[in-house]
């Protein structure tokens, strides 16, 4: 029953948006009465947080498994292969995306946001530490993360007349050329 109610609740977020939300609407995509949602979820608010969190710990998880799988691997091999999951990340499900980052109010996503950020940048920094590639790896974790995070959310939701590889050639460019890595 949950999750009817959570893919519902997506379906509605991104059909009708955030401010045309309701239990009500979920209840009749998820083809169950509101009462019956109650007993899961007190509130609108409740299942959209639901509906991000795992967004949110989905993109975490691809990203953080493609840096496990190249960590021990040559640095270009680990940026280019980062940069790839996190762009199949975002990209899997674009729709969500730009509600979560362009439709719903900052407080809905922002804490699901930072704790990926922040397992991202404490991943980053550990790699540039253990390698000693800069004095300050977790000033330049912070700073590689959120730019390339930008970036890449702002490719995924504008699609600008760039293709797939050749943003994906300009973020290793990016990175390679901030980071000594070779």
Known sequence: MVERIVTAGREVLVSDGYDAFSTNRVADVADI???SLYQYFPNKTAIIDVVIDRYMASMSEQVVAALGDR???PPEDLVRGVLDALVCALESDAAL????YEVLPLARNNPARAAVEQRVQQ???AYLAVRGLVPAPATAAWVMVLAI???AVRW????PPISREAFLDELVALVTGYLPLG
């Open 149 to 151: 995070e930008n970036l």
């Open 97 to 100: 995306l730009h509600v979560a």
């Open 123 to 125: 991943l980053a920094t």
């Open 156 to 159: 995924v939701i504008d699609r």
């Open 33 to 35: 009465s509101p009462g």
């Open 71 to 73: 960590i021990a691997g």
